[in-house]
């Protein structure tokens, strides 16, 4: 199987900045794609920023120009490096890693996510 295990989150003051890691580990026969997700109470999960093995990259509007994902593709890690960051960024982020295993085809996996709050 394939574990994703994200890492970096925390609390932080607005204008604040914090980095996010998610490493990719098990069975994995090749990785298409890694990408950052997030979920604020009360609302749907949406994806933040995505990386595919590629290097294209897509963000939301609401991240761009703040955010930056980034890879090392030998860890199987991706990163997402946040930076001035607002109250309303203040959810849980998940991580999601697309990839063909050895054992059992191709599929999404995701992480346990990581609680980032924004507040003074």
């Known amino acids: 199987q394939v574990q994703v295990v994200e890492s970096g989150g925390g609390l932080v003051q607005p204008g604040g900045s914090l980095r996010l890691s998610c490493a990719a580990s098990?069975?994995?026969?090749?990785?298409?794609?890694m990408g950052w997700y997030r979920q604020a109470p009360g609302k749907q999960r949406e994806l933040v920023a995505a990386?595919?093995?590629?290097?294209?990259?897509n963000y939301a509007d609401s991240v761009k120009g703040r955010f930056t994902i980034s890879r090392d593709n030998a860890k199987n890690t991706v990163y997402l490096q946040m930076n001035s960051l607002k109250p309303e960024d203040t959810a849980v982020y998940y991580c999601?890693?697309?990839?063909?295993?050895?054992?059992?085809?191709?599929?999404?996996?995701w992480g346990q996510g990581t609680q980032v709050t924004v507040s003074s």
């Open positions: 999601k890693t697309v990839a063909r295993t050895t054992l059992i085809g191709a599929g999404d996996f």
């Open positions: 098990g069975s994995i026969f090749s990785i298409y794609a």
């Open positions: 990386l595919t093995s590629g290097g294209n990259t």
